[in-house]
């Protein structure tokens, strides 16, 4: 394709992500609340804010954008100590938006007021990525919701703590300093990125402090420590599932894998996917790094198809999606698509259309994966709409210390529990068990984009059975 063309797709792309308003399922809505939000994930941004700043109880809101009134004086009496006073905002607040899981979780807090509780809290990229931070939330928040209806855990509430994070390993670590020296804190859910986990977890391991992360699928995870665990399957699982569909099902043997080398996940699962091709009896017969400045989605197509390419891999993370799917574009539907959970996103049905039709994608879980499973009614209700495969997973994780805590109400005694081959707890996506290595032994679902209704841009993700 010539530059002309490129630069024709490339417009074009970018008209039809301006042209797509409102609506959508709250796995991908606050993606496009988000856009035109600024990115506070500079290094100057981070150095002028504390990390006090970063982690809030219910007295202060760490999310963007305008808040509304309502849960501004809901916010304002819990900063003020007057806990009984928030409730009745916070209430009203979440009948003008339900879906809202930090108005949520800081309304549950302030209803414990000055009761016993047990304390958790988790570390989100909210500044950085709203998006999945919201996603991830909703998990969280349903969680404490549900325990703490039910009267707590053995009769006692449980109290969430939320941390900003950016995604930036080096606050995820300074966080995870502050959240080790709270003694409070019996459990951390996150970080969200691999990079950030593998940085936190050096910490939150010598503090013996749990962390449960329901988003990091790099294999370095794996046998990390005996206080990280994960509720998402590592890549080696969602690598496994696409070369054998691609192998199997798709009946093709030659892939180009487009990668974010600055990325520990994106290299995770590339590497993961070029090694179960290969036992597969197929060959990857090309790497492209989505993060170097000279990168050309025409070029890579082209060279890509010119070395015997039947398959394109997009191991992307979220800082090369946009370049990702700029390869959707240039390949029109020559090539068969595959791609990692990353590119679960309402922005590839939003660029990629009709060209992105019929990509396969590795997701933790679907909402219609699983028929027997109660938890999609019970989100439905709760947040008013469809949740995503990292509100599952996060729904799990805070399951999981919830099922610790009520074992042995102690740091050591949720980490005693976590890693005991007894232990099991019931979460969104079925049982919950860790393996010695501190992975879940779970599988992937894999999706494919079809033409749909749904999430209002015109095409789906729906499960492959």
Known sequence: MSQKNETTVLVLALLITLGVVGGGLWLFKDSIISQNQPNINSQSKNNQQSIKDRISF???????????????EGVEA??????????????????????DPEALIFLNNARIGSAKSYTIAT???????????????????????????????????????IANDDDNPEISKQIATTLVKNQEVLGVIGPN???????????????????????????????????????????????????NYMVKKLQKKNAAVFFNSQSNYSQSLKSEFVS????EGGQVSNEFDL????????ISVEQATKQGAEVLMLASNANTLDKALQVVQVNDKRLALLGG???????????????????????????????SSSFPQKSRQLWGADVS????????ATKALIAAIELNPTREGVQQALISSNFSATGATGAIRFLGSGDRNASVQLVKIAPGTRSRTGYDFVPIP
């Open 123 to 161: 570390s989100l990229p909210i500044g950085s990525d709203p998006n999945a931070s919201l996603e991830i939330l909703r998990g969280i928040a349903q969680a404490q919701n549900e325990i703490n209806a039910s009267g707590g855990i053995k009769g006692v509430r449980l109290k969430v703590g």
């Open 291 to 298: 993060s170097q400045a000279t990168f050309s989605a025409a």
């Open 389 to 396: 495969w990292r509100t599952a997973l996060s729904y799990d």
């Open 276 to 279: 179960s091709v290969s036992l």
């Open 193 to 243: 990125t691999s990079d950030a986990t593998l940085a936190a977890g050096t910490v939150y391991t010598s503090g013996k402090l749990v962390a449960i992360t329901p988003t990091s699928t790099s294999v370095k995870i794996s046998n990390f420590s005996h206080y990280v665990f994960r509720t998402v399957p590592s890549d080696f699982i969602a690598a496994r599932s696409l070369a």
């Open 341 to 371: 959970d990353d590119v679960y996103m309402l922005k590839t049905l939003e660029l990629g259309r009709e060209k992105a039709v019929g990509m396969v994608v590795a997701v933790p879980w679907h909402i219609d994966g699983n028929s």
């Open 78 to 99: 819990i900063a003020a100590g007057s806990l009984t006073q928030a409730i009745a905002p916070l209430t009203a607040s979440l009948k003008q938006k339900p879906n």
């Open 58 to 72: 219910g007295e202060k809101t760490l999310i963007a954008g305008e808040i509304a009134p309502a849960k501004k």
